[in-house]
C-alpha cells in the first residue's frame, strides 16, 4: 500500500476553521469567552425573570387500546382545563400531572378517551438553546462545545443551576444514556480495536480490491460494495474503503474526485439504510412526543425508526447515484466533475492541476500486531453475525436486536484472533485503543442527548407548535423540515448534533400539522417528516466542507478537500432534490 503522510495540525487548522486562522488565534478565543459569558447572562436571566407558557394537545385512542380505563378522569377534575393552566401561568407553578387520560360518556353510554399533555415553553427563548449549538457550532467548528454550551443555556433557561448535579447526572443515568454507552463506547468500540489491531478489515478490503478490480469501472464497483458492506457508517467507512481501494483505483485511472464521491456517499446514507448500527438506538432517544403511543417506548419508537426507513429517498438516491457513477453512466455530474473523469482517463493525472490533495495515514495507536497475518475470514465472520442476528430479530420481533449482534461479533472477533495468534497483551490493547478512539464521539452523544431532553423540557416543539401550528400548509412543511436540517448540518458539519436539535422541534410541529389540518393518515405524515430530518442532516453533513466524514474521505482517497466538495455537490443536490419531490408527492397523494 502506498505510504501516506498525515497533514501537520497547522493544515488541519487551516481546512477546518474559517479564514484559516485557526481556532487557537487571540480573537477566537476572546470571541470564544464573550459568547459563553454572554449566553451564560442572557439564559440566567431568562430563567429567573420569564415565566412558562402553557400549552394544551390531545390525542383521541381507541377504546380498545386503552390498558387500564379505571385510571381515566373527567376533563373537570384533570387538573389541565384551561383555567387550571392559566392560574399555573400566574403563579409560576407546575401541575401535578402533565399528561392524564380523560373519559367522556355520551348520551347513549359509549365512552370517548383521549390524551390530554399540557407542556409549557417560555416563547421565543425555548428556541435559545438550539440556537446556541448551531450558532456555537458554526462559528467555532467544535460540536462538543457548542452542545456543551447549547445545553447550560437550556439548563439555566429552566432555572437548574447546578448544571452537574441537575443535569448531567440525571441524564447520563437513564437506561437510554446506557444503551447508547453500552452499545456504541463498548462493543462498537472493542470491535473496531480488534480489527484494527490484528488488520482483519483492511485485509478483507484489500482482498475484495485485488481480487475483482480490473478496470476503471470495477475499481469503482469494489468501493460502492465495500461501502455497502461497511454499513457501520461515517469514519469507520470512509477510512476502511477509501485506504484499501485508493491504491488499486490510482492503478486504474479513477479520478480522486470520483473516489472520494463514492466514499463519502456510500457512508451515511448506507448507514440510514442499513440501520443495524449505532444509530437507530440513537435517535430513537430524540423522537419522544407526549401521548402518543406508537412513540412512548423504546421498542415502539425503534418500530417507527425502521418503518420510515423505505421514505429515507435521498439515501436511496444517493447510493443509487453513486452505484451509476461505478457503471459510468451517472446521468447528472456537473462539468467540475465530468471533466475529472476525462482528465483522469486520458492523461493519468488523478488530481486537477493546482489541487492541494490531502493525505492520511492511521495512528499508530490502530496499527496491527506486527506478527499477526489477517486473514479475510477473521472480518467475514463476525461481520455476519452481528448482520445476522440484527436483521433476523428484526423479521422475528419487529426491533432489531443490534445490541446482541454486536455483543456476539465482540466476542466472536476475539476468540478468532486469540485462536489465531493474537496474544492476550495484544488483544486488551487493542480494545483499548479502540475504546479510546470513540470516547470523544460517545462523550459528544452524551451531550446531544441532554440538549434534546432539555429542549424537549424547555418546550422548543411546544412554541414552534404554538407559532406554526396553523399558519403553513401541512405539504410544505417535509420540505422546510429538509431545508433547515441541511442548513444546520451544512453549517455544523455533524448529523448527529443536528438530529438531537432537530428532531425535538420537529416531531412536536409534525403532529400538531397532522393534527389540525385533518390528515387522514398521521402516522405516515410523521414518517415523512421524520425522513426528511433524517436524509437532510445526512445530506448536510456529507456537503459540508468541516464534516469529519467530507475531510476523512478526501484525505483517505488523496482528494483535494474542495474539489471533493464542490464535484459531489452537483449530484447530491440532484438526489436531494428528487427526494423532495418523492417526500411531496407521497405527503399530497397519501396523507
Not at 487571540?26 to 442572557?42: E, N, T
Not at 472493542?190 to 478496470?215: D, N, P, Y
Not at 443495524?276 to 435517535?283: L, M
Not at 399558519?471 to 410544505?476: A, F, G, K, L
Request: with cysteine.
Amino acid at each position: 500500500m502506498e505510504t501516506t503522510t498525515r497533514p501537520n495540525d497547522q493544515q488541519l487548522a487551516d481546512v477546518m476553521s474559517p479564514g484559516g486562522t485557526g481556532p487557537t488565534s487571540l480573537p477566537s478565543r476572546m470571541l470564544l469567552v464573550a459568547m459563553v459569558l454572554g449566553v451564560l447572562l442572557v439564559s440566567a436571566i431568562v430563567g429567573l425573570s420569564v415565566s412558562p407558557q402553557w400549552t394544551i394537545q390531545e390525542v383521541v385512542l381507541d377504546p380498545a387500546a386503552v390498558n387500564d380505563p379505571s385510571v381515566a378522569k373527567s376533563l373537570d377534575t384533570s387538573g389541565l382545563t384551561e383555567a387550571d393552566l392559566q392560574q399555573h401561568e400566574a403563579d409560576g407553578t407546575a401541575p401535578i400531572q402533565t399528561s392524564v387520560l380523560i373519559a367522556e360518556t355520551s348520551d347513549s353510554g359509549s365512552t370517548r378517551f383521549w390524551q390530554r399533555t399540557a407542556t409549557a415553553h417560555y416563547g421565543m427563548w425555548s428556541l435559545f438553546p438550539a440556537f446556541v449549538a448551531i450558532s456555537a457550532c458554526w462559528i467555532f467548528r467544535e460540536p462538543l462545545t457548542a452542545l456543551l454550551l447549547g445545553a447550560i443555556s437550556g439548563a439555566f433557561i429552566l432555572g437548574q443551576f447546578d448544571f452537574t448535579d441537575q443535569v448531567l447526572l440525571p441524564s447520563m443515568a437513564t437506561t437510554k444514556a446506557a444503551g447508547i454507552l453500552v452499545l456504541y463506547l463498548w462493543m462498537l468500540g472493542g470491535l473496531l480495536g480488534i480489527w484494527a489491531r490484528t488488520g482483519t478489515a483492511l485485509a478483507f478490503a484489500e482482498w475484495i480490491s485485488k481480487t475483482f478490480v480490473r478496470g476503471p469501472k470495477s475499481a469503482k464497483l469494489v468501493a460502492w460494495c465495500l461501502g455497502i458492506l461497511f454499513f457501520q457508517g461515517g469514519t469507520i467507512s470512509t477510512v476502511l474503503v477509501g485506504t484499501a481501494v485508493r491504491p488499486i483505483a490510482d492503478q486504474k485511472r479513477v479520478s480522486h474526485e470520483e473516489l472520494s464521491y463514492i466514499v463519502d456517499s456510500t457512508a451515511s446514507p448506507i448507514a440510514v439504510l442499513v440501520a443495524f448500527n449505532a444509530w437507530p438506538g440513537y435517535i430513537q432517544t430524540l423522537i419522544f412526543v407526549p401521548g402518543i403511543a406508537y412513540l412512548a417506548s423504546e421498542q415502539d419508537r425503534l418500530r417507527f425508526f425502521f418503518s420510515a426507513l423505505p421514505l429515507s429517498f435521498y439515501a436511496i438516491f444517493a447510493v443509487l447515484g453513486t452505484f451509476l457513477l461505478s457503471l459510468d453512466v451517472a446521468p447528472l455530474l456537473g462539468k467540475r466533475f465530468r471533466e475529472a473523469i476525462r482528465r483522469a482517463r486520458a492523461t493519468g493525472a488523478l488530481d486537477r492541476h493546482d489541487s492541494q490533495p490531502l493525505s492520511f495515514s492511521s495512528p499508530a495507536a490502530h496499527q496491527k500486531a506486527p506478527h499477526y497475518v489477517p486473514h479475510p475470514i477473521d472480518f467475514c465472520i463476525p461481520i455476519v453475525l452481528l448482520t445476522g442476528i440484527a436483521v433476523g430479530s428484526y423479521f422475528l420481533t419487529s426491533v432489531p436486536q443490534v445490541r446482541w449482534g454486536f455483543a456476539a461479533a465482540l466476542v466472536v472477533a476475539a476468540l478468532i484472533a486469540l485462536l489465531r495468534g493474537l496474544s492476550l497483551h495484544d488483544l486488551v490493547a487493542g480494545i483499548g485503543s479502540g475504546l479510546q478512539s470513540v470516547v470523544f464521539a460517545s462523550v459528544i452523544l452524551m451531550l446531544a442527548v441532554t440538549l434534546g431532553d432539555l429542549t424537549q423540557k424547555i418546550g422548543g416543539g411546544a412554541y414552534l407548535v404554538d407559532f406554526l401550528g396553523d399558519s403553513i400548509p401541512y405539504w410544505i412543511l417535509p420540505g422546510v423540515l429538509f431545508a433547515i436540517s441541511i442548513g444546520i448540518a451544512f453549517s455544523t458539519g455533524t448529523s448527529w448534533g443536528t438530529f438531537a436539535v432537530a428532531f425535538p422541534l420537529a416531531m412536536p410541529l409534525a403532529l400538531a400539522l397532522a393534527a389540525n389540518q385533518g390528515l387522514q393518515n398521521e402516522v405516515l405524515y410523521l414518517s415523512v417528516c421524520f425522513a426528511c430530518v433524517l436524509n437532510g442532516s445526512v445530506f448536510g453533513d456529507q456537503c459540508s466542507p468541516i464534516s469529519d466524514t467530507t475531510v476523512l474521505s478526501a484525505m483517505t482517497t488523496g482528494a483535494d478537500l474542495m474539489d471533493h466538495v464542490t464535484t459531489q455537490i452537483v449530484p447530491a443536490t440532484a438526489a436531494a432534490v428528487l427526494a423532495l419531490i418523492c417526500w411531496t408527492s407521497i405527503v399530497v397523494l397519501f396523507c
